[in-house]
Every structure is written in structure tokens, then in C-alpha cells.
């Protein structure tokens, strides 16, 4: 088998996240976004995490900083394999403050994923908490995506130049 014969076996479709920074637009209501104030169901409990953090050893509920949210509308055209749902919105949270790993099982809950299978249309922009960090609050960027291949980086465990 030649290498590109190898390459073609061992590729991986991929979704790539871009981000529109050249116009600073922000994106609409219930569009895939990274940071800003997410687009939430009206009865969502805004995730916390207890810990303590590096300025004090106080240990309290801190809310997660939002990441992002992801339109599953809007990505599933590049969801070559469809493992993705068709539609609803996948939302991004982490603890910011603290930074955890996520190599401990104290860390659990530093970082969470929820899954909205509502109407997009049900969906409002909501408020950070009072007690989020000003530090811990991403500024809005819109982000579009790409369909892209990957290959592992071990591609040569694929590979044997003596076949």
C-alpha cells in the first residue's frame, strides 16, 4: 500500500470552529457563538463549581464561565459521519478562575456540557450571574465552521515503508 493509499484510510473528518474576528460581528440569537451571554432555555440553572482558588482559600460555589454554544443546525452539514444531533444547541461551561485539569476527581464539575434539544426560537439571551468574576466573562466572537480531514499523529504506526 502507498502513502496515499494509507492517508486515505486513516482520515478522520473533522469540523473545524473559525472564528469571525475581521468584522467583530456579533452573532445573532441562537447562532453558534464563543463567549458574550449565552442564548439559554428560560428555567436554565446557571452551573457552579465549589472550589477555592490561588487569592484566597476561601472555599464557595463559583458560577462557570461560558464558553460557548453551538448550533446543531448549523454544524450537522459538516457532520460527515453524523454523530452530531440534527438539531438543538450544545452549550460550554468552565471554571475559569481555578483552571482545574480535570485530572482529579476533585475536579469534577469544573466543566460541564449541556445539550438543549428545544425550539431555538424558546431560546433568551441571559444575564451572568451577580457573583461572576468580571475576569472569568469571555468577550463575543462569532464563529462559523469548516469541513476539514485529520490524520493521528502516530499516522507511521499505519504506515511500514517495507510493504
Given at each position: 500500500?502507498?502513502?496515499?493509499q494509507?492517508?486515505?484510510?486513516?482520515?478522520?473528518?473533522t469540523i473545524e470552529?473559525?472564528?469571525?474576528q475581521?468584522?467583530?460581528?456579533?452573532?445573532?440569537?441562537?447562532?453558534?457563538?464563543?463567549?458574550g451571554?449565552?442564548?439559554?432555555?428560560?428555567?436554565?440553572?446557571?452551573?457552579y463549581?465549589t472550589?477555592?482558588?490561588?487569592?484566597?482559600s476561601?472555599?464557595?460555589p463559583?458560577?462557570?464561565?461560558?464558553?460557548m454554544?453551538?448550533?446543531c443546525?448549523?454544524?450537522?452539514?459538516?457532520?460527515d459521519?453524523?454523530?452530531l444531533?440534527?438539531?438543538?444547541?450544545?452549550?460550554?461551561?468552565?471554571?475559569l478562575?481555578?483552571?482545574?485539569?480535570?485530572?482529579?476527581?476533585?475536579?469534577?464539575?469544573?466543566?460541564k456540557v449541556?445539550?438543549?434539544d428545544g425550539?431555538?426560537?424558546?431560546?433568551v439571551?441571559?444575564?451572568?450571574?451577580?457573583?461572576?468574576?468580571k475576569?472569568?466573562?469571555?468577550?463575543?466572537?462569532k464563529?462559523?465552521?469548516?469541513?476539514?480531514?485529520?490524520?493521528p499523529?502516530?499516522?507511521?504506526?499505519?504506515?511500514?515503508?517495507?510493504?
Open positions: 500500500m502507498n502513502p496515499e494509507i492517508f486515505e484510510q486513516i482520515k478522520l473528518n470552529i473559525v472564528f469571525d475581521k468584522n467583530n460581528i456579533k452573532a445573532k440569537n441562537g447562532t453558534s457563538k464563543f463567549g451571554n449565552p442564548d439559554l432555555p428560560p428555567n436554565f440553572n446557571w452551573p463549581y472550589t477555592d482558588t490561588f487569592e484566597d476561601e472555599i464557595k463559583r458560577p462557570l464561565s461560558f464558553l454554544q453551538i448550533n443546525e448549523e454544524v450537522s452539514v459538516y457532520d459521519d453524523g454523530l444531533p440534527k438539531k438543538g444547541m450544545l452549550y460550554f461551561f468552565y471554571e478562575f481555578t483552571m482545574t485539569w480535570g485530572f482529579s476527581p476533585q475536579d469534577r464539575g469544573s466543566a449541556f445539550y438543549y425550539e431555538i426560537e424558546d431560546l439571551p441571559a444575564d451572568f450571574p451577580e457573583d461572576m468574576e475576569d472569568c466573562i469571555i468577550p463575543e466572537s464563529i462559523n465552521f469548516e469541513s476539514m480531514n485529520d490524520y499523529i502516530d499516522f507511521l504506526d499505519y504506515y511500514d515503508p517495507d510493504d
